[in-house]
């Protein structure tokens, strides 16, 4: 019977993806039908096989949305809405280039000491959203929002103050950092000039921590506890306003190394065309992924093949890249609605479960001789 009921769940659990998949499809392609635009044409270029540069930047753009939304992750496992890790992730990358570019310490040293600065940065940050929602009862949503606008000024302010203007550019940026210091890649896509960032694997780890630390520590077992029912975590011995301290910084901590594989892998300097936006990116993929850290993965990958198929549909489809941007909101709200629809049917059959098998005891004591 319980092997039955775990098969159930499996499945159940299974069908959520590939309902809000073809919910998807579906929905796009009568976009596509009502803005007259050549719906086999974009399925074909959105599922053709990409060429071997673009897979080196799907998969580099994929480890830095899973960083992203891991980061965000914590939060949401114990219901506090983190909105801040492009903020945090943005002031943290600030200061780590700032530290790495003046090449005080020799190659790899250098590397791990700035992305240490990144984490205490962007976890210290974090820590006024949190100060302020447990001194002060400020909603992190509200103070979260409000820090990134904060930190997009400061580090504005800094590039002006402490920056450096290449010759014959506008663009200012920090020092580079010392070519010791720049970390080369992987050459792992047969066939790609480009390479796999280095610091890419930072995601295989960060992802192996998150679940150890959620799912085989007290500290993960209080934060799912405080998650699911704060007053019953109270009740337990929970410290509520410590766990909202701990959950958010190690939210910051994380949002840190966002901007890690590409600052040491890429750009090798923090400027003011530096990526934004990738903390937003972050909470659309934990939600895909339902904060587990397989599922965020395969949602992360998702979300950069997309991305990195804009300019195919144009070339070869003829449509706006655009296109993209509702096919990933389409399959935001897909999934929401699929996992929420689930949900409520795998309730009511562990209710009509529960109710056969109170029956069925019923049934064999009054039908037992006294």
Do not use: C
Request: glycine share 10%.
């Amino acid at each position: 019977m319980k092997e039955r009921f775990n098969l159930r769940r499996i499945g159940l659990a299974l069908i959520a993806p590939v309902l809000a998949l073809v919910v998807a499809f579906i929905v796009t392609s009568l976009v596509l039908v009502a803005v007259g635009d050549p719906v086999g044409d974009v399925w074909a270029a959105l599922l053709d096989r990409p060429r071997p540069r673009s897979i080196v930047n799907i998969i580099n753009s994929a480890s830095v949305y899973y960083l992203s939304a891991i980061a965000v992750a914590v939060g949401f496992r114990m219901n506090l809405f983190n909105i801040g890790v492009d903020g945090q992730y943005r002031i943290a990358t600030f200061a780590a280039a700032l530290f790495a570019g003046n090449g005080w310490l020799p190659g790899p040293l250098n590397v791990a000491v700035a992305i240490l600065i990144a984490m205490v940065t962007g976890g210290l940050w974090a820590s006024i959203a949190a100060w302020l929602k447990v001194r002060r009862g400020v909603s992190e949503v509200i103070s979260t929002i409000m820090l990134n606008a904060i930190s997009a000024g400061l580090v504005g302010w800094g590039l002006r103050t402490v920056g450096e203007r290449a010759p014959g550019s506008n663009t200012i940026s920090t020092r580079e950092i010392p070519a010791s210091s720049q970390l080369e890649g992987f050459a792992w896509v047969p066939g790609a000039t480009g390479k796999v960032f280095t610091l890419s694997l930072l995601a295989v780890v960060v992802g192996f921590v998150y679940w150890f630390v959620i799912n085989r520590t007290r500290f993960g077992f209080d934060v799912r506890a405080t998650g699911r029912s704060e007053t019953a975590a109270v009740a337990s011995g929970v410290k509520v306003p410590r766990m909202v301290m701990g959950a958010m910084i190690a939210s910051g901590a994380l949002a840190g190394l966002v901007g890690m594989p590409a600052l040491f892998g890429l750009d090798h300097s923090y400027g003011l065309n530096f990526q934004s936006g990738i903390g937003f990116i972050g909470i659309g993929i934990a939600l895909l992924g339902r904060n587990h850290p397989i599922g965020i993965a395969f949602a992360a990958l998702l979300w950069s093949y997309l991305d990195k198929s804009s300019d195919s549909l144009q070339l070869k489809a003829g449509v706006a890249p655009q296109l993209v941007f509702i096919i990933q909101g389409v399959i935001l709200f897909a999934v929401v609605i699929a996992y929420e629809v689930v949900r409520r049917i795998e309730r009511r059959m562990e209710q009509t479960e529960v109710a056969r098998q109170l029956r069925t005891e019923r049934t064999e004591k009054e039908g037992a001789p006294a």
